[in-house]
């Protein structure tokens, strides 16, 4: 199989049918891209890896699917980001919570401060 062929493709150059952020591995979609550099033509060499099994690959592929690519992870980076926002608001609201609790117990003297 050569490097620009899908292991799904019918054998044409540039067939690309896997997703880049499917690892063969372990069937996780988080492959992420370790480098990447334009070759030839819309032809791009990239080098990924999975940090789920350990999984790394280099190969050439067309533009349509790093793009593809770049789209899930900025998708993936968004997802995160509204967690961090989500998680770092809920921390936030439980810490009020307590410091009021421990207002109204007079549990907090000027020495803690």
């Known amino acids: 199989?050569?490097?620009?062929?899908?292991?799904?493709?019918s054998g044409s150059i540039g067939h690309w049918t896997t997703r880049l952020e499917l690892c063969p591995g372990c069937d996780r979609d988080m492959v992420q891209p370790d480098s990447y550099e334009p070759l030839w033509g819309d032809r791009w060499l990239i080098a990924r890896s999975?940090?789920?099994?350990?999984?790394?690959?280099?190969?050439?592929?067309?533009?349509?699917?790093?793009?593809?690519?770049?789209?899930?992870?900025?998708?993936i980076d968004d997802r995160l980001w509204d967690d961090l926002v989500r998680i770092q608001r809920e921390l936030i609201d439980?810490?009020?919570?307590?410091?009021?609790?421990a207002l109204q117990a007079n549990a907090i003297l000027p020495e803690d401060f």
């Open 1 to 9: 199989m050569g490097m620009l062929d899908s292991p799904h493709s």
């Open 94 to 101: 439980d810490e009020v919570g307590r410091f009021a609790a």
């Open 50 to 75: 999975c940090p789920n099994c350990g999984w790394e690959h280099e190969g050439v592929f067309p533009h349509a699917a790093l793009r593809s690519f770049e789209e899930h992870l900025d998708a």
